[in-house]
Nanobody
């Protein structure tokens, strides 16, 4: 069984930064893509970023490209999301998820394990 636990959310002013972490259990962490998604109140869950299992391949939503950076440390079974230049529209619950394969995908259906989420609130 794979368990994912996010941390690092909080309240920040517009223009500020946060770094989210997602700690994963399970020995096969390094063989799968890891992704970050977010869901704002009244909106559907949307893709934010993904990292393939090795080699540094990444994918980003257009809305966060240039501001957010996803990275992973396979030795620590942890994936990170560095968020800079935050905007009020970034306010959401952020979820990490493990991909069904090593490939980075933008669809939430390409991910099979999910964390409980961490709240990020950006004030204007």
């Amino acid at each position: 069984q794979v368990q994912l636990a996010e941390s690092g959310g909080g309240l920040v002013q517009a223009g500020g930064s946060l770094r989210l972490s997602c700690a994963a259990s399970g020995r096969t962490f390094s063989s799968y893509a890891m992704g970050w998604f977010r869901q704002a109140p009244g909106k559907e869950r949307e893709f934010v970023a993904a990292h393939n299992w090795s080699g540094g391949g990444t994918s980003y939503a257009n809305s966060v490209k240039g501001r957010f950076t996803i990275s992973r440390d396979n030795a620590k079974n942890t994936v990170y999301l560095q968020m800079n230049s935050l905007k009020p529209e970034d306010t959401a619950v952020y979820y990490c998820a493990r991909g069904r394969t090593y490939e980075t995908r933008t669809s939430q259906y390409a991910y099979d394990y999910w964390g409980q989420g961490t709240q990020v609130t950006v004030s204007s």
